[in-house]
């Protein structure tokens, strides 16, 4: 019999997917937002702001000018009642999480690659998944072992 994917694998692989999307040459982020029936509410990856040339505006951290795919899925989502459950290529940056909580409908949150901020950990200021799991979202890194 063949393997049937779990709602978790297919939440990751259609991240990745729409990761693919992505123009960013430094690295493709991708999103995916299941509702409480493990239905595909919203999905998104990181890019320019519609009508812009989708191309990083700088290499440097912080500066790609590229709208986070966690913020495209948000926007894009049809929400469907509460305890919807975010799947993102990478960990949430601070800004994202935030964003995250705010929308008050997210209650899980799995990443699959860890991404630090420097400057805000060098200053001792929490992570994205920090400020995620203090808000009192579940959030967890994903694994394909």
């Not at 430094?26 to 509410?41: E, I, M, P, S, T």
């Not at 505006?57 to 989502?77: K, R, T, W």
């Amino acid at each position: 019999m063949a393997h049937r994917p779990s709602f978790d694998e297919l939440g990751v692989a259609t991240a990745r997917l729409w990761a693919t999307r992505s123009a960013d040459s430094k690295v493709q982020v991708g999103a995916c937002l299941l509702d409480h029936f493990n239905r595909v509410v919203g999905v998104g990856y990181n890019g320019r702001a519609a009508g812009e040339p989708n191309e990083r505006e700088s290499l440097e951290q912080g500066m790609s000018g590229f709208i986070h795919a966690e913020v495209n899925a948000l926007l894009a989502a049809n929400w469907n009642g509460e305890a919807h459950t975010l799947y993102i290529t990478h960990e949430p940056c601070a800004t994202c999480a935030r964003l995250i909580v705010n929308s008050r409908r997210v209650r899980r949150v799995v990443y699959v690659v860890s991404y630090t901020e420097p400057v805000r950990q060098a200053s001792g200021l929490p992570s994205g998944e920090q400020i995620l799991a203090a808000a009192g979202l579940a959030v967890e890194q994903w694994s394909d072992a």
